[in-house]
């Protein structure tokens, strides 16, 4: 089984964000588990894609975002990682591209 870490920061439902759900929505998951690191607001509670992917039944991760930038986004995705351990860490977007790289 292969596991695919998907990490998004944006809060609506674009053309990228439709395509991930999609996505994931379609993928043989007897052979890839994926897993939704998206960024959420805490002080916003949610946003539609956080709503959106939470009733896909696939698993969803907060990545907690107090600033834009931060050592609790760093730390929330190392959890993330040592938790599921995934085999491809695929990020969508300048935000997650540079938070990927750490």
Same mark, same amino acid.
């Given at each position: 089984m *292969?596991?695919?870490?998907?990490?998004? $920061?944006?809060?609506?439902? !674009? !053309?990228?964000?439709?395509?991930? +759900?999609? +996505? /994931?929505? &379609? *993928?043989?998951?007897?052979?890839?588990?994926?897993?939704?690191?998206?960024?959420?607001?805490? $002080? =916003?509670?949610? /946003?539609?894609?956080?709503?959106?992917?939470?009733?896909?039944? +696939?698993?969803?991760?907060?990545?907690? *975002? &107090?600033?834009? =930038? !931060?050592?609790?986004?760093?730390?929330? +995705?190392? &959890?993330?990682?040592?938790?599921?351990?995934p085999?491809?860490?695929? /990020?969508?977007? =300048? &935000?997650?591209?540079?938070?990927?790289?750490?």
């Amino acid at each position: 089984m *292969i596991k695919v870490l998907h990490i998004i $920061a944006s809060p609506v439902i !674009g !053309g990228a964000e439709r395509l991930l +759900l999609e +996505l /994931s929505n &379609k *993928i043989d998951r007897t052979r890839i588990t994926i897993i939704l690191g998206l960024f959420f607001d805490e $002080a =916003y509670g949610g /946003s539609d894609m956080w709503n959106e992917a939470s009733k896909t039944g +696939l698993t969803v991760e907060p990545i907690r *975002i &107090k600033k834009w =930038y !931060g050592l609790m986004q760093i730390i929330d +995705l190392i &959890k993330i990682i040592r938790r599921h351990q995934p085999d491809i860490i695929h /990020s969508h977007g =300048y &935000k997650t591209n540079i938070l990927g790289l750490f």
